[in-house]
């Protein structure tokens, strides 16, 4: 099969979730979602608390049904090929749960068990570096070891598309990027990824594309590259002024040199920003004329949490 014929690891169409809560209150976690994952390619969901993400991982793993809408994964559907997919599927979900007393090792021989055909138990645990912990107990490991089991766990099946619902959440540094390189590594041998993050850096380091979800609506979609440049500029500038915020004119600052677009944010005036070069001089030149005195500034490339900002005027992780 050709690239443009292979079927697509992921396809959904019009999902809707809508739960019913204890209160007969209806919430619509998933509106209208539309998401394709091409084969060999890694696709990350962002969006903040409550956008959906962890509802749309959930039902495109066959785990919870939609209200309505279209799933396919590899051209097959949860309803008539579950046998099929499940084989395919390696999933590790936002909080795992496993047997406390099992060993490292037994735990990934349990779930090898449930795959007929899949890698060596030993070789998964060398792809999360866990093989010099094959015979500790469950309980006895850290939170970042535990990760990296439930992810061997997922990688067992020899999966063609694995699943990972924030997969570094609360990890160290060192834990985190061990992780990311097990993904690459994933990817490299083609396999397919469907993972959430709240962090910018493992969403730019790891995603070919990435989809971010607000409010159960996909709002944006690209590369993180496409992203970021329809910011318009690949800085932003901010900063705080002495006296009445009232007074500042954002109209005035976004004409300035290099000066792309101005907005308030989290009490700083923001600007998107295409030289740093041209437009801080201007600036400082500007808030001088006007009487007024610095008293802050920094200046960072732009980044996909500035997206999420520039969309929908807040934080990704507020
Ligand atoms: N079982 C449930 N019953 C009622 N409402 C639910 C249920 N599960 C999730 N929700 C609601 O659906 C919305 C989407 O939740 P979801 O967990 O999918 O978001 P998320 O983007 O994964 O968030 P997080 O990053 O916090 O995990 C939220 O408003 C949440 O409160």
């Not at 406390?100 to 792809?127: K, M, N, W």
């Not at 990296?148 to 990890?171: H, I, K, M, Y």
């Not at 500007?286 to 929908?312: C, I, M, P, W």
Request: hydrophobic share 40%.
């Amino acid at each position: 099969m050709t690239e443009n014929t292979k079927p697509l690891a992921v396809r959904c169409k019009g999902l809707i979730k809508v739960y019913t809560t204890r209160h007969h209150e209806m919430v619509v976690a998933v509106n209208r979602l539309d998401l394709e994952v091409h084969a060999g390619e890694c696709f990350g969901l962002l969006g903040p608390n409550g956008a959906g993400k962890t509802t749309t991982v959930e039902i495109l793993e066959g785990l919870l049904a939609p209200t309505a809408g279209e799933v396919e994964l590899f051209g097959k559907t949860w309803e008539k090929d579950e046998r099929f997919l499940r084989e395919r599927l390696g999933i590790s979900l936002q909080h795992t749960h496993l047997p406390e007393r099992l060993t490292v090792r037994e735990t990934v021989e349990l779930f090898r068990s449930f795959f007929t055909q899949g890698r060596d138990v030993g070789e998964a645990l060398d792809l999360v570096a866990l093989k010099d912990k094959e015979n500790a107990r469950y309980e006895t490991l850290s939170g970042g070891q535990k990760q990296r089991l439930a992810v061997a766990c997922a990688l067992v099946g020899n999966p063609a598309l694995l699943f990972l619902d924030e997969p570094t959440t609360g990890l160290d540094p060192q834990s985190r990027r061990m992780l990311w390189e097990v993904v690459l590594a994933f990817k490299q041998q083609g396999g397919s990824v469907l993972l959430t993050t709240h962090y910018m850096d493992e969403a730019e380091r790891l995603c070919d594309r990435v989809g971010v979800i607000d409010h159960g609506q996909m709002i944006a979609l690209g590369t993180p590259k496409e992203l970021i440049e329809s910011l318009g500029g690949q800085q932003i500038v901010e900063f705080t002024v002495e006296g009445n915020d009232e007074e500042v004119n954002l109209d005035a600052l976004s004409t300035l040199p290099s000066v792309h677009s101005a907005r308030w944010h989290t009490g700083r005036i923001s600007l998107t920003v295409g030289q740093l070069h041209e437009a801080l001089p201007a600036l400082l030149a500007h808030v001088d004329q006007g009487g007024r005195k610095l008293t802050g500034l920094s200046t960072h490339h732009a980044t996909l949490e500035d997206v999420f900002v520039n969309l929908t005027g807040r934080q990704l992780r507020e």
